[in-house]
DNA sequence: CCTGTTATTTTACACGCGCAAATTTTCAAT
DNA sequence: ATTGAAAATTTGCGCGTGTAAAATAACAGG
């Protein structure tokens, strides 16, 4: 920037200022600037910018698991959001480690990030480390909560979304079991909750199914686990409502392999019903009948609550949560 | 640092040394930094570090579509590939646009990285572009390969897989079409002409059936383009080999849909195969035949390849290009 | 105990920039 | 032409670190 400001006949600073922003010069050294810039090509060192702003453009994009085709989906949403808004995302994996999110938690503070938007890894979270971070760092929790931690929380209602599928699903046929993983997050843990009292409500017993397994390779777990219950007639419903998608689409390739007809047509003997809309529930056989978490609003509310409370400098004062209600998408598999 | 230093006693670059190295310094030295790092939670901002070394730890990780679960899952294997070597990945997308992804290379540079995997997003890339970042930064290029640009390409050998497939789909039955979208990339292009060649190689006339849309939305393009073909009985063949398994997946919720019974079993009336093994072919239904692209092995062997470029400081000689011959997954679909 | 060599630490400078204060320029009004 | 306020630019300093060269400390050998 030294040389180049050299060319030009100004001081480096006047340079730095019109990167800034370049109605803050004069007219004529903007234009002398802009055409050396088209010979020259330079370009600020954004790292460099980074050291010495007060306040960066960076965004930091923590999820636990990108593989994930969910995270994968709302990270892509969120980016591109804060792409266009001028801003510079950086996405993180935790990858299912729980010392890896401390790790990039801890790196992310050296960015400077105007903000981060964090999907903890749940359960297994630090919920110390995390909050000393949330201290530091303007952040808004998505996806997965952690009381009291973070400015702002953005999820979906899973005591609205489950109990209309419980719901949905005896008004229709049998009263469904409910199919889990050990739950890995709080999510896991509100949707069995939330599937037990829906039971009891309208007068059923809670039925629950666990399958063994601990990793996030979900659709394996349930896949195996279905193929067992079913060859031995271990399930306690024909109606079977899985904790989230992916397990219901290990389930139905089971289902599928066994040879037992899913859906709720005319010979069809099992429902599989699924949470969250996962971008493949509409390209399964049968496809899946799920509650839609809407994608689109939960990045983007979360987005917008970022941008709020930037601009509010870190402080939204009262924490608030934001759930947003899930939607019964009606497929072919209950 | 300086204060961290001034605490302990010694001068701060020592304590510098100490980060880079910690046996570089006197042990006595290195107990006192030890023993003050207990108390005081020092931790030398990466960001600074990286304007200043030489040599940084920073690895950069490139794919054109990472909410593709292909993509997702070769990056997560590199970026603990990295980490366990002790570098620091840093995974960008270019979602699919071109201009980003020269963004991204052009802050990539900023970061000074040891080295970059890229995949680039292929025939829509800057050629020029790209060809002049890889001569900036030690870069492998993996997935799709742009000609004499990078110091080595990884991929996996269509004119191996494909014709085995062919080969596969015609002795067990007619002959395929070829179900593909407008080629994005050189291997779609790749793979459509082994396909013709092998075709013709057999004494068949090639048929290829192509579905419209640009974006990476794969999925739906196939399944709408499929429910039409199916319903208008447009399908040139009762055995469709799709370009990726990504359009197969969706090809095979279309033909559910449509009643249509797939597979190769008794009963069934069409036969859909894919190619690369997605992270889903096993569980859709009818669980999908495709050709596996050996993920652990692409992904191992591009970072192998980078540390052995990192090594050689950025000259690994001849480029060479290394292949990894698809495996024939026999599942239920074709 | 002295000397020469080597291991370690310190000094001085560099990286690429933002920011506040001081200075200069601009321009309208007298 | 003079004045004065506002706009633009420059000066000087700081950010948090790496690195080469110089200075010091440690150590072995006589």
Same mark, same amino acid.
């Given at each position: 920037m030294e040389e180049f400001a050299a060319i030009i006949g100004v001081s480096r600073p006047t340079v730095s200022? +019109? +990167? !800034?922003?370049?109605?803050?010069?004069?007219? =004529?050294?903007?234009?002398?600037i802009e055409a @050396?810039?088209?010979?020259?090509?330079? !370009?600020? &060192? /954004?790292?460099?910018? &980074?050291?010495?702003?007060?306040?960066?453009?960076? /965004? $930091? /994009?923590?999820?636990?698991?990108? #593989?994930?085709?969910? %995270? @994968?989906?709302? #990270?892509?949403?969120?980016?591109?959001?804060?792409?266009?808004? $001028?801003?510079?995302?950086?996405? %993180? =994996?935790? *990858?299912g480690d729980q010392e890896l999110e401390i790790d990039i938690l801890n790196n992310l503070k050296l960015l400077k990030p105007a903000g981060v938007l964090l999907a903890p890894l749940g359960r297994r979270s630090e919920r110390k480390e995390i909050a000393r971070f949330? !201290?530091?760092?303007?952040?808004?929790?998505?996806?997965? &909560?952690?009381e009291d931690i973070g400015a702002a929380f953005v999820g979906s209602d899973n005591f609205q979304s489950v109990p209309m599928m419980v719901d949905y699903l005896c008004r229709t046929g049998e009263a469904p079991c409910f199919f889990e993983m050990a739950p890995i997050n709080p999510n896991a843990n509100k949707r069995r909750t939330a599937y037990s009292r829906a039971m009891q409500q309208l007068g059923h017993e809670p039925m629950i199914v666990r399958a063994d397994g601990e990793d996030w390779d979900f659709e394996k777990v349930a896949y195996d686990a279905a193929k067992k219950l079913i060859e031995t007639? $271990?399930?306690?419903?024909?109606?079977?409502?899985?904790? &989230?998608?992916?397990?219901?689409?290990? %389930?139905?390739?089971?289902?599928?392999?066994?040879?037992?007809?899913v859906? *709720?047509?005319?010979?069809?003997?099992?429902?599989? #019903? $699924?949470h969250?809309?996962?971008? *493949?529930?509409? %390209?399964?056989?049968? =496809?899946?009948?799920?509650? @839609?978490?809407?994608?689109e609003s939960i990045s983007n509310r979360s987005v917008d609550k970022l941008f709020e409370l930037i601009e509010q400098n870190g402080d939204l004062g009262e924490r608030t949560e934001v759930l947003f209600e899930g939607r019964l998408i009606m497929r072919s598999s209950a």
């Amino acid at each position: 920037m030294e040389e180049f400001a050299a060319i030009i006949g100004v001081s480096r600073p006047t340079v730095s200022k +019109f +990167f !800034q922003d370049p109605t803050s010069v004069r007219k =004529s050294t903007r234009e002398k600037i802009e055409a @050396a810039l088209e010979q020259y090509d330079y !370009q600020p &060192n /954004i790292f460099a910018v &980074n050291q010495n702003r007060r306040m960066t453009k960076n /965004i $930091g /994009i923590v999820v636990p698991y990108l #593989a994930d085709p969910f %995270f @994968a989906e709302i #990270a892509r949403r969120i980016e591109l959001r804060c792409i266009a808004e $001028g801003l510079r995302p950086t996405l %993180f =994996s935790a *990858h299912g480690d729980q010392e890896l999110e401390i790790d990039i938690l801890n790196n992310l503070k050296l960015l400077k990030p105007a903000g981060v938007l964090l999907a903890p890894l749940g359960r297994r979270s630090e919920r110390k480390e995390i909050a000393r971070f949330c !201290q530091d760092v303007p952040t808004i929790l998505f996806d997965s &909560n952690i009381e009291d931690i973070g400015a702002a929380f953005v999820g979906s209602d899973n005591f609205q979304s489950v109990p209309m599928m419980v719901d949905y699903l005896c008004r229709t046929g049998e009263a469904p079991c409910f199919f889990e993983m050990a739950p890995i997050n709080p999510n896991a843990n509100k949707r069995r909750t939330a599937y037990s009292r829906a039971m009891q409500q309208l007068g059923h017993e809670p039925m629950i199914v666990r399958a063994d397994g601990e990793d996030w390779d979900f659709e394996k777990v349930a896949y195996d686990a279905a193929k067992k219950l079913i060859e031995t007639d $271990g399930l306690p419903s024909a109606t079977v409502l899985c904790s &989230n998608d992916r397990l219901a689409i290990g %389930f139905l390739a089971a289902a599928g392999e066994c040879g037992v007809r899913v859906g *709720h047509g005319p010979g069809c003997t099992l429902r599989v #019903a $699924g949470h969250d809309d996962h971008p *493949h529930a509409r %390209f399964t056989y049968p =496809s899946l009948t799920t509650i @839609a978490q809407d994608y689109e609003s939960i990045s983007n509310r979360s987005v917008d609550k970022l941008f709020e409370l930037i601009e509010q400098n870190g402080d939204l004062g009262e924490r608030t949560e934001v759930l947003f209600e899930g939607r019964l998408i009606m497929r072919s598999s209950a």
